[in-house]
């Protein structure tokens, strides 16, 4: 029979215990640390061990979040974080960070490690590196077809999980900077405001498209996938993932108990037809706007759209009271056989068992009876009373003597220790010992020595890549400029101080791709600057075979290199692509640590870009002689599949720049990139460090760049100038040609 999970989520120990009481068959969670949900109410270490306990007397996994992005810093708080889970014998964690992923990998080597959604895995070659690497299983991204997780099922054989129901973000996962870039929550750190969920007038120059009204064109309906979900385990899906870790025990048990009914009915072959009823239930227990069904039939869709319901609708009444009652307020107990021999001046015996596991306990002497001998009623009475334990006695055979007594305190500490022994039985196979303590008079002694070992080895990073940027201070630095509007080259082609430049995807089509960018490598070149070529933020699989395609071509144009922006892209190129191309990893691959660059340059980076939400005291706090680092630009705040183009005015297959103004009179620029079908929501207004020039060259870049995006040439030519002033004759900073912000460089995220 073909194995499946429903797998539920737990904001605290209650709800915890209600959905294993529903029927799921695992729980992910967060603990006090590294999280993505930092405002759930999450389990203390006393919380999560206990919950640890609870799922795996019942058979059930546990599966921890770390799904955050790490600082240098924290990578030594996480030894001592997750020893006692690992010990516990915790069954999985949930990791974005590839630096976490590395560390994990080499402290913790024998901990399952799942790929977080956050990742923005959409493709069978980045699915295929991971497996390679030793992960065990990738959630796919939300937007995903399933006919691109078939293929990735078929061609890869990892295990998959998908989201089957509840919240959607608008952003592909791990790509949005929005909630970080205006109100310093981030996403990547478990904090995010969900900016998605106001209001928004979309602009066509000064045209109004939305009425001269703002509308939640960000907001997208909860999915429910229960009338497909037997097509879902068709198509290669095995852990069926629930959202909501900041939900109600009575919202994630309900959920859990609708779906793990039609799972089972899947499992035993029956496949019985969804109920309306059914579906009335989700809708009753929270929806906003109504239902989807998520990305899994199509690219994108205005229906999708929660509408003016940006708000999440639930109802409080009986159905809440039925769950309430049935899995919340009463708890869950496992069914035990017993014997249970009492015979005269011999030692109290019983022996229990679950499933396979029994243990036999022995208890004090039995007497003879003096006056009042015990019956097998009042035995049995007290032996089955189980009380807070998490067994029921489904049956107890009793074999006794006539005429013997034992003192009640003795019967019940004989039932006590059976359970227990049981409990710890049940327990056993899960518990790991890291294989160097073993043999040490003091193992904890040891994971503090080791846990302090990391963490020196931290802070001496620090103090590594702080001296190095001081010495470096005064050392040539590239400049690179990217560029996604052809209007852009000249200006950049005239700027004789610019070495690289970055030839953005944007200003291509798939038809023109190979000719056009021939001809602008010449045009660079002829100016005596290199030419790379920057790939697509995002590379799913019609993406992955028109580049399969064109790849031969491609490889004999005379590019110096090229720039990747996601792990698909780079398993891809490691592939099909040309072994002598220098490749550069965008901001979006997040290096928020040293451990993390180092995952990329071992695929074959030449260098990384310092992440844009680390502020100046953190990025000197990493080794940046191998990194770029963006000094100017419009940073993309959402990589979506949804078009603002066709919710709007429809799919023209033309590239627009669009406009969304906020409640605060805020524009924020959207691109429409068709050859590959999504949009780019961009910041309003540009970083620029030009006046953080002495800190930029304490931080000593291998490289900086400055990136074009809605700049027009006469724009284009006055940043590069002023620049140009600065980096060659150390001038002042003149007037920019638009308002501009310093990011994170100054505040950072928590």
């Not at 976490?100 to 990742?119: A, D, G, R, Y």
């Not at 999980?161 to 909630?179: R, V």
């Not at 759209?305 to 919340?328: F, M, P, T």
């Not at 940027?469 to 950049?492: F, H």
């Amino acid at each position: 029979m073909k194995e499946l999970e429903l797998l539920a989520p737990a904001g605290s120990l209650k709800t915890l215990k209600a959905v294993i009481h529903a029927g799921a068959d695992a729980v992910y969670l967060g603990g006090s640390m590294f999280g993505a949900r930092a405002y759930a109410n999450n389990f203390n270490e006393e919380e999560l061990l206990e919950a640890i306990r609870f799922g795996h007397i019942h058979g059930r996994k546990i599966i921890l979040a770390v799904n955050t992005l790490l600082k240098e810093y924290e990578l030594g708080q996480l030894y001592d974080y997750l020893h006692p889970y690992y010990e516990a014998g915790l069954d999985a964690v949930i990791v974005q960070d590839m630096g976490v992923m590395e560390f994990i990998k080499t402290h913790f080597p024998n901990l399952p490690i799942h790929t977080s959604t956050q990742m923005t895995i959409t493709n069978v070659e980045g699915a295929r590196l991971l497996k390679e690497q030793g992960v065990e299983r990738v959630v796919t991204a939300r937007e995903m077809s399933l006919e691109e997780i078939q293929r990735i099922h078929d061609e890869v054989g990892v295990e998959l999980e998908s989201f089957i129901h509840g919240a959607l973000c608008y952003c592909y996962s791990g790509q949005c900077l929005f909630s970080s870039i205006i109100g310093g929550r981030s996403g990547n750190r478990g904090r995010c405001a969900q900016p998605c969920r106001l209001s928004y007038e979309v602009l066509q120059g000064e045209k109004s498209l939305t009425g001269h009204h703002a509308t939640p064109i960000l907001s997208l309906k909860d999915m429910c996938t229960l009338p497909f979900l037997y097509e879902l385990a068709d198509h290669g899906v095995y852990s069926f993932k629930i959202e909501g870790r900041m939900k109600t025990p009575e919202y994630a048990a309900g959920v859990v108990s609708i779906y793990r009914k039609y799972m089972d009915s899947y499992l035993d072959g029956s496949r019985i037809p969804v109920e309306k009823k059914d579906i009335r239930a989700l809708l009753e227990l929270g929806n906003r706007g109504g239902f989807t069904n998520g990305y899994y039939y199509h690219h994108n869709d205005s229906d999708m759209l929660s509408g003016e319901s940006a708000s999440h609708n639930k109802s409080e009444g009986v159905l809440q009271d039925n769950i309430r009652r049935e899995y919340v307020d009463t708890e869950l107990k496992e069914k035990i056989k017993g014997k249970l021999i009492l015979n005269k001046q011999c030692p109290a015996k019983i022996e229990v068992q679950h499933g396979k596991i029994k243990v036999s306990y022995q208890g004090d002497m039995v007497l003879v009876a003096q006056n009042r001998p015990l019956t097998e009623e009042v035995v049995t009475e007290k032996i089955t009373k189980t009380g807070n334990t998490p067994f029921v006695f489904e049956n107890l055979e009793v074999t006794m003597d006539d005429d013997i007594f034992m003192p009640v305190n003795q019967l019940n500490q004989l039932r006590r220790g059976a359970l227990e022994a049981l409990e710890e039985a049940l327990l056993k196979p899960y518990e790991r010992t890291f294989p160097e303590l073993v043999e040490t008079s003091s193992a904890e002694t040891d994971r503090q020595t080791t846990g302090n070992a990391i963490k020196e080895k931290q802070i001496s990073g620090q103090s590594l890549s702080q001296a190095s940027g001081q010495q470096s201070a005064g050392s040539s630095t590239e400049v690179r400029v990217l560029i996604e509007d052809a209007e852009q080259l000249p200006a950049v082609l005239k700027a004789d101080f610019v070495d690289t430049v970055y030839l953005d995807c944007m200003l291509y089509t798939r038809e023109n791709l190979i000719r056009k960018l021939s001809e602008d490598i010449d045009r660079v070149h002829a100016s005596g600057k290199k030419a790379f070529y920057v790939f697509p933020f995002i590379f799913r699989q019609q993406t992955s075979l028109f580049y399969e395609k064109i790849m031969p071509e491609l490889k004999k144009l005379p590019l110096d290199g090229i720039m990747v922006r996601s792990l698909d892209e780079i398993a891809f190129i490691k592939e099909w692509g040309n072994e002598n191309w220098q490749m550069v990893s965008d901001s979006n691959l997040y290096t928020y640590s040293n451990e993390a660059a180092e995952y990329f340059y071992h695929l074959g980076m030449m260098q990384d870009t310092i992440p844009v939400e680390l502020n100046r005291k953190e990025i000197l706090r990493r080794e940046n002689s191998r990194s770029e680092m963006i000094i100017y630009g419009r940073l993309p705040l959402m990589i979506t599949a949804q078009c603002i183009h066709k919710n709007t005015l429809g799919c023209m297959h033309q590239p627009n720049v669009l406009t969304l103004k906020d409640r605060y009179s805020v524009h924020f620029p959207v691109k429409n990139f068709c050859p590959e079908c999504y949009n780019v929501i961009y910041n309003s207004l540009p970083v620029c460090l030009f006046k953080e020039d002495a800190t930029v060259k304490k931080i000593a870049p291998a490289a900086v760049r400055l990136s074009f995006t809605i700049e027009t040439e006469e724009e284009t030519e006055q940043i590069l100038t002023i620049y140009g002033d600065i980096y060659k004759n150390g001038g002042i900073l003149g007037q920019l040609p638009m308002e501009c912000t310093n990011g994170h460089f100054k505040r950072g995220v928590e």
